[in-house]
């Protein structure tokens, strides 16, 4: 998979457990202090019996041993949840492009302001109560998985760069830069695709993959471009109920070829096909080129409207549309 997306979609994935996480703490800070008694006074009975022989043990003795050892289940518990959630929080932080200290540091302000947050919410259960040495410890136990997290990686990067001085490492590096970039090209029918075709001579530099809605005409395409040309439903907005069907289907066809070619750039001409896919690229770390198609000269299409605020270049090919698009860059015509 393109490093690119495999980044984004961990990053994604963290969020979620991250999310997952805060609340199963939330769910266990919800129980009342007879319940989460219970629960503590469970496994520290379980503990006492299997290490401490606590079933030799006398009932006065046995009981004390358990209220002992349940401030020790607690307290352990605290700390091995917010390790983990320091471990996902600071894995989170390391699929964003700051800085170390940055990443140090919100993923430690993030794990105090939860458990400050959760201390807080303590305060209104019935039977348990918000300490500030429970958010300490929490911020200490978070603090730990997120180094652990930074000595992975200074070992991993250590590591890797012992390898790249070898000079054969670095031989077969320069060879994989070799390797044609991935470049999806899509539009709908028609004109758009017209436009597109404009730019075929660039084709051949890349990893090229086509893609564009089926109708008779486009079929022909398939002699000539065989595998790198796949298509999508056709759909005209002149039949609105059937189109929503079709653009929602599209969208999912979408997410599948993206997934398939993992393209390092989509480029398109539009229209509403091509939507989907350039907010997928970007969700995923693709870069996405947008070219407004030549018909417009003083207005923006909706596609165009749609993919502006999002694409990282923005082709007009007359220079009034800079009014339309001001962050545009006007390359001439296509033609």
């Known amino acids: 998979m393109n490093k690119n997306i495999l980044k984004h979609v961990l990053r994604y994935v963290l969020i979620i457990c991250i999310i997952i996480l805060c609340c199963v703490i939330f769910k266990f800070s919800a129980a009342q202090g007879t319940t989460s008694s219970i629960t503590s006074g469970k496994f520290a009975n379980f503990l006492i019996d299997t290490f401490f022989n606590g079933k030799q043990m006398s009932g006065i003795d046995k009981i004390q041993k358990i209220g002992n050892m349940q401030i020790l ?191 390092e750039v989509v480029v398109t001409t539009g229209t509403h096909t091509a939507v989907p896919m350039c907010y997928i690229a970007k969700i995923f770390g693709s870069k996405v080129i947008f070219i407004e198609t030549f018909a417009n000269r003083t207005t923006g299409t909706v596609a165009g409207k749609l993919v502006y605020p999002i694409a990282d270049t923005f082709v007009v090919q007359w220079e009034e549309m800079h009014k339309v698009y001001p962050k545009s860059v006007c390359w001439g015509w296509i033609y």
């Open 73 to 263: 289940v607690r307290k352990s518990a605290h700390f091995a949840i917010y390790m983990f959630l320091g471990i996902l929080t600071m894995c989170c932080a390391q699929t964003f492009q700051w800085c170390k200290a940055y990443k140090f540091d919100i993923s430690v302000i993030f794990t105090f302001l939860y458990a400050c947050s959760d201390e807080f919410h303590q305060l209104f259960v019935p039977g348990r109560s918000g300490e500030f040495i429970d958010i300490c410890l929490d911020t200490v136990a978070a603090t730990c998985g997120i180094v652990l997290v930074m000595i992975i990686i200074f070992i991993i990067n250590t590591i890797r760069r012992k390898r790249e001085k070898n000079p054969k490492a670095l031989l077969e590096k320069n060879i994989d830069t070799g390797i044609k970039r991935k470049v999806l090209f899509i539009a709908s029918t028609g004109g758009h695709l017209n436009e597109l075709m404009q730019i075929k001579p660039l084709f051949k530099k890349y990893d090229y993959q086509i893609i564009t809605e089926k109708t008779k005409v486009d079929d022909s395409l398939k002699c000539e471009y065989k595998d790198k040309i796949k298509f999508l439903i056709y759909g005209t907005k002149k039949y609105p109920i059937t189109y929503i069907f079709k653009f929602l289907a599209n969208c999912f066809i979408s997410l599948y070829y993206f997934f398939r070619y993992q393209p």
